[in-house]
């Protein structure tokens, strides 16, 4: 199995399950057709998107063999390597050394942020993984949330009323206090498969 977005998108591109996209294409709407068009049949990299420096990735783990090449299993083994691995899950392991970028000028508009279609409130990165520490319970979670840019530095999110985030959220609220959080985006999806249990 790999262990980074990098080493994923290679494996991928050997088993020509990768579509790349020199073209320049717009976040509005080009991104999210060409995403549907190719309907889970091959993940997505786009190389060339206009007002940005980054590339960005769609349809990751889009059918079950890819989703098993993310979990290091055959598509047919998927449930039980997902069990094993939920009973015998381990403390993570902290890293000084991790790849990641940090987006040290605080200004998200940096981003490729897709705007997926016409009638939408407005772009959304729809992959990202926020991480809230619940100081009522001492323990962490990790969910999936659309994030929607709503300034410079400022991102929009929906909580649903009795979730985990919500639940945190609302103790430090009571506490007077703020919910420090973390977001991810752009992760091995492995990791974002272990975020959703």
Do not use: C, W
């Not at 809230?132 to 962490?140: G, L, V």
């Amino acid at each position: 199995m790999t262990v980074d977005m990098r080493s994923f998108l290679q494996q991928i591109k050997k088993t020509n399950d990768l579509f790349i996209v020199k073209k320049k294409v717009s976040t509005k709407y080009e991104i999210a057709a060409v995403t549907a068009k190719l309907d889970g049949s091959k993940a997505a990299l786009f190389e060339n998107i206009k007002g940005s420096k980054f590339k960005l990735v769609s349809n990751l783990v889009g059918n079950r063999a890819r989703f098993g090449q993310a979990i290091g299993s055959k598509k047919s083994d998927i449930n039980q390597k997902i069990v094993r691995a939920i009973s015998s899950a381990k403390k993570p392991k902290i890293s000084a050394t991790a790849k990641f970028f940090e987006n040290s000028s605080k200004d998200i508009s940096i981003l490729p942020i897709v705007t997926h279609f016409q009638n939408e409130s407005g772009p959304f990165i729809t992959s990202s993984i926020l991480y809230a520490r619940n100081q009522e319970k001492k323990s962490q979670n990790s969910s999936f949330h659309r994030l929607m840019p709503i300034g410079k530095n400022k991102f929009s999110i929906r909580m649903v009323e009795g979730r985990d985030l919500h639940r945190s959220f609302m103790f430090a609220k009571n506490h007077g206090e703020d919910l420090p959080i973390a977001i991810t985006i752009g992760v091995h999806p492995a990791i974002s498969i272990a975020s959703a249990f």
